[in-house]
Every structure is written in C-alpha cells, then in structure tokens.
C-alpha cells in the first residue's frame, strides 16, 4: 500500500511538472529568431549581463529570466558584459542565423578571481523547453534589433 502511495504520488508531481513549460517563439520568414535564457543559479545571480549582437545592445539578461531577439540573417557575434558597464567586449559566440530558424541560447556565468563572464552555448530546442517553464520574460524592447551580418 505505501509503495503505490508513494508511486502515484511521484507520478502525478511528475506528469504536472513535465507539461508546465512557458510560451515558445514563432519563427518569421525573413529573420532569424534568437532566444537567450539564463537558468537558475545561486552564484553572482543579482548581477545581470549586457547582451550584446554585432555589438549592437539587445538586453540586459538577468537570473532565471529570458528574451526573445529577430536579427537580420548572417554572420552575428554575440558578446556579454556584466552589468551596465561599458567595457570591451572580449569573448565572442560566432553563429551563422538563417531566416526562418529559432536558435536557443543558454548563458551561463562563470566566475573567476577577479571577473565575472557569462558564456553562451547553443541548445536545442528540447533542452529550452526543460527550462523555460521556471524563466520569465526579461524587461527588454527586443522587437527587430538592427544587428545585420557582416
């Protein structure tokens, strides 16, 4: 009796938590459509990141939020600072987006001595959705950034 107790019981939290997931972007024809999250993380999580494309701003990312950008198709590099400073960028994540194609990326900050980065890494679209339903949307004006390829 107790194992079916504790059976069903891991199972309705289970089914509850595997279908509650946030919306999902729509792709549009002629842009690309990039989707930049930051999951959960203890560690430097009042402290949030300029996102950067072709060195144009996008957003400012924080903890365990996300947001949506339509970039030109192209050649883009993506950079990130922390905070609102105004430093030089200095790592960068290459991608080629093509028009038509949601690309999801997941930024993870690292720590160092005496910085602190974030990394991107491309993810598909099964790993987002595992994620998304704890993230919110981030306060940023995302609608068609002028990032063009070069």
Known sequence: MR????TGLFLAVASGTCFAQGPM???TPDMATVV???PPM???AATNFTVRANGIELCRLSNKRYFVSKLKPGETSF???AGGLNLPDQDK???TLEPGKVYYIQGDVKTR???VKMTFTEVTESTYKKK???LKPDNCETSAAPATGQ
């Open 3 to 6: 194992y079916a107790l504790c």
């Open 25 to 27: 972007p729509t792709p």
């Open 36 to 38: 930049f999250y930051r």
């Open 42 to 44: 203890l560690g430097q």
């Open 79 to 81: 950079t990130s600072v």
């Open 93 to 95: 994540f290459d991608m």
């Open 113 to 115: 001595l005496m910085t």
């Open 132 to 134: 998304n339903a704890d």
